[in-house]
């Protein structure tokens, strides 16, 4: 790094006011079940293009071949890009349509996972309020089964689901 870029960046660190790091406990984890996105018009092109241009030249790098789709796409009139749009827009709606069935599938996941912890809850009420010695044998071997502190096998406001 150049001493001026090095002089301009501490310049700015000065004045800057905020964290200095960013924070990552907030990230989401992608959730691997969810739909895939559409994909957009010109990754259609390049689906119906690139194996013709490879198909002439079979030793072209794949990088220079969407380089070379990318020059077609760009000469194309908007007459000729329809047909990959009307795709497109066509994936986006079924993509739509993908995502709220999923969202309603993990919902009724969630909702039924709620359920069988409550279920589990209701069994082991009993057992904890009973001065048996082999109760208290249940409860750790059903804490250590469902991977949960003993605390938090009755505590409702848990909603941890394993």
């Not at 870029?5 to 501490?10: A, F, Q």
């Not at 990230?27 to 259609?44: G, I, N, Q, T």
């Not at 349509?97 to 912890?117: F, G, H, I, N």
């Not at 059903?142 to 949960?148: H, P």
């Amino acid at each position: 790094v150049s001493k001026k870029d090095r002089e301009e960046y501490e310049r700015k660190l000065g004045e800057f006011e905020g964290p200095l790091e960013v924070r990552t406990d907030k990230v989401k984890k992608k959730d691997l079940s969810a739909p895939k996105r559409s994909p957009p018009a010109f990754f259609l092109f390049v689906k119906v293009k690139g194996p013709q241009l490879k198909e002439l030249n079979p030793k072209t790098p794949h990088g220079q071949i969407v380089k070379e789709c990318g020059k077609f796409w760009r000469n194309m009139s908007d007459s000729e890009k329809a047909p990959y749009r009307e795709e497109e827009q066509n994936l986006r709606a079924q993509y739509h349509v993908d995502v709220e069935k999923w969202k309603e599938a993990k919902k009724k996941e969630e909702k039924e996972a709620q359920e069988k912890l409550e279920e589990e809850r209701r069994k082991l009420i009993p057992l904890l309020e009973s001065d048996e010695p082999e109760s208290a044998e249940v409860i750790a071997a059903a804490a250590a089964i469902s991977a949960r502190p003993r605390e938090n096998l009755l505590n409702p406001q848990y909603e941890k689901v394993v």
